[in-house]
């Protein structure tokens, strides 16, 4: 058994369409849009990868990835073990349930919830909602999305880098951008993608502004990609119910944290 820095991302993407929703973030982390702020580590037996770490750093702070399938968490957490000496002094945390415990002898935890993964198993269901509303979004809008995020969901994971996608689309009421939709991840090269910066302003929610702004989205990414997934908190129901209704289902659930060295 042994650990190893991976360099070749034909090796990666191998690995990693065995479950391609499950990894669908690591994935389109290859593209070269990401790939230059990635670090790939990978446990190895009996001659084969068995599990997969990624560091990303294209973010406000660096996020460390382990999801391994559940008849692999033993090797998750002996990848973890060699990684945890080497991890940044402050990062955030995407893991396996029970993965947190052993950053706990060497950083502080704040759990951010539990999420779920979503995936998209039914394409139609976004292409049945009319979105006319909804319009594209480039940097030249920048001011308003930050001032949307500001009041509808400051705990954002947006970086402005990410309208490059040409995925962001809005909708606006009296000239004020009132909902907003986009992409965490986004590959053509690798053909899938990750919903994400999904909010409403608190005084249109419950309005369907949500739906048709992601349906957008979707409308989008389905003439260039193949799986579409997501992130969501495991309480947010109303996104939850919301997403099914775009032929999303859950098919996982992972932890969140973030963690600075005591």
């Not at 990635?38 to 997969?52: F, G, K, R, S, Y």
């Not at 947190?100 to 995936?119: F, S």
């Not at 040409?166 to 919903?195: F, M, N, P, T, W």
């Amino acid at each position: 058994m042994k650990t190893v820095c991976l360099k070749d991302k034909s090796t990666i993407e191998t690995f990693f369409r065995s479950n391609v929703f499950l990894h669908i973030y690591s994935l389109g982390d290859l593209d070269y849009f990401f790939w230059p702020d990635t670090t790939w580590h990978a446990l190895i037996d009996e001659d084969a990868i068995q599990v997969i770490a990624l560091i990303y750093t294209g973010g406000k702070l660096p996020c460390l990835h382990i999801h391994a399938e559940d008849n692999k968490i033993i090797y998750a957490e002996k990848l973890l073990h060699y990684l945890v000496p080497t991890l940044p002094e402050v990062f955030h945390a995407h893991l396996n349930s029970g993965l947190e415990n052993i950053l706990k002898e060497r950083y502080t935890l704040r759990p951010r919830g539990k999420h779920y993964k979503m995936a998209m198993v039914n394409k139609s269901l976004p292409m049945n909602v009319e979105t006319s509303q909804a319009t594209g979004l480039s940097k030249s809008h920048l001011s308003e999305i930050l001032n949307l995020f500001e009041k509808a969901y400051p705990g954002n994971f947006f970086e402005p880098r990410m309208l490059e996608t040409k995925q962001y689309y809005g909708i606006r009421r009296s000239d004020e951008l009132i909902s907003i939709a986009g992409v965490h991840v986004y590959s053509q090269r690798y053909r899938v993608a990750a919903l994400g910066n999904v909010a409403t302003h608190p005084n249109y929610r419950c309005k369907g502004f949500g739906t048709i702004v992601t349906a957008k989205v979707c409308q989008s990414l389905l003439t260039e990609t193949d799986h579409i997934g997501l992130n969501v908190k495991a309480d947010n129901t109303s996104a939850i119910k919301c997403y099914e209704r775009l032929g999303f289902e859950i098919i996982d659930s992972y932890g969140e944290f973030e963690a600075e060295l005591k």
